[in-house]
T-cell receptor, first 113, second 115 residues
Framework: NAGVTQTPKFQVLKTGQSMTLQCAQDMNHEYMSWYRQDPGMGLRLIHYSVGAGITDQGEVPNGYNVSRSTTEDFPLRLLSAAPSQTSVYFC????????????FGSGTRLTVV | AQKVTQAQTEISVVEKEDVTLDCVYETRDTTYYLFWYKQPPSGELVFLIRRNSFDEQNEISGRYSWNFQKSTSSFNFTITASQVVDSAVYFCARYSGGGADGLTFGKGTHLIIQP
C-alpha cells in the first residue's frame, strides 16, 4: 500500500501564479484533510472532506480551494499564490469516527516569491 | 476553538537524560482522543500513540511513556534514557470528532538531544 501520496514534494511559485497540490490515498478512507505547517504555529487545518462530493472549511481556508470527486483524491488549489502561503503542506486521511489515527503524506514544501 | 497547549517551545538535554514533554488540552466533550506525533528532521509526521478519554491508564512502550490525567487535562510524554535519534519536533493533538475541529495540534516542542 502506498498510503497517502502527495505531489510535488517541492514547488516555487511566483506571486499570482496558480497551482494544484495533489493528494491521493489508497486506503479507502472517507476523511481527508489539508494542513499547513508554519514555524511556531503547529499544523493548522485548511480544508477537509468527509466523503466524495463533500468538502468544508477548516481554520485557515482563505486563498485555497478544494474538491473531492473521488474517494481517493483530494487536491488543494491555490488560485493566486501569495507570499503568505509559503509553508509546508500536509495531506492526511483517516477512517471516519472513533478517533482513528490520521495517516499523513510526506508533505509539500511551497515557496511563493 | 478548543486548544492544545505545548508550553515548551524547545528543550535541550544531554544524551541518556530523561525528558518530559508537556501537553495540556481544552475540551468540552466527554469523548475525545489524544495523540502524539513525532516529526524528525526529514519532515514526515510519525504517529506515536493514541489514547481515548475513557482510558487513563499510563502507557509504556520501550523508552517512551505517556501519562494521561483527565483531572488536569494533561497528556505528558516522557522519554527515558534519551538518544540522539530522539531529536525531533513532537506534536500533541486532540480529536473530538470530524469536521472543522478535526485533529487539533499543539504548536510542537523541539527536542534536541546532545551527544
Amino acid at each position: 500500500n502506498a498510503g497517502v501520496t502527495q505531489t510535488p514534494k517541492f514547488q516555487v511559485l511566483k506571486t499570482g501564479q496558480s497551482m494544484t497540490l495533489q493528494c491521493a490515498q489508497d486506503m479507502n478512507h472517507e476523511y481527508m484533510s489539508w494542513y499547513r505547517q508554519d514555524p511556531g504555529m503547529g499544523l493548522r487545518l485548511i480544508h477537509y472532506s468527509v466523503g466524495a462530493g463533500i468538502t468544508d472549511q477548516g481554520e485557515v481556508p482563505n486563498g485555497y480551494n478544494v474538491s473531492r470527486s473521488t474517494t481517493e483524491d483530494f487536491p488543494l488549489r491555490l488560485l493566486s499564490a501569495a507570499p503568505s502561503q509559503t509553508s509546508v503542506y500536509f495531506c492526511a486521511s483517516s477512517l471516519m469516527g472513533q478517533g482513528n489515527g490520521y495517516t499523513f503524506g510526506s508533505g509539500t514544501r511551497l515557496t511563493v516569491v | 476553538a478548543q486548544k492544545v497547549t505545548q508550553a515548551q517551545t524547545e528543550i535541550s538535554v544531554v544524551e541518556k537524560e530523561d525528558v518530559t514533554l508537556d501537553c495540556v488540552y481544552e475540551t468540552r466533550d466527554t469523548t475525545y482522543y489524544l495523540f502524539w506525533y513525532k516529526q524528525p528532521p526529514s519532515g514526515e509526521l510519525v504517529f506515536l500513540i493514541r489514547r481515548n478519554s475513557f482510558d487513563e491508564q499510563n502507557e509504556i512502550s520501550g523508552r517512551y511513556s505517556w501519562n494521561f490525567q483527565k483531572s488536569t487535562s494533561s497528556f505528558n510524554f516522557t522519554i527515558t534514557a534519551s538518544q540522539v535519534v530522539d531529536s525531533a519536533v513532537y506534536f500533541c493533538a486532540r480529536y473530538s470528532g470530524g469536521g472543522a475541529d478535526g485533529l487539533t495540534f499543539g504548536k510542537g516542542t523541539h527536542l534536541i538531544i546532545q551527544p
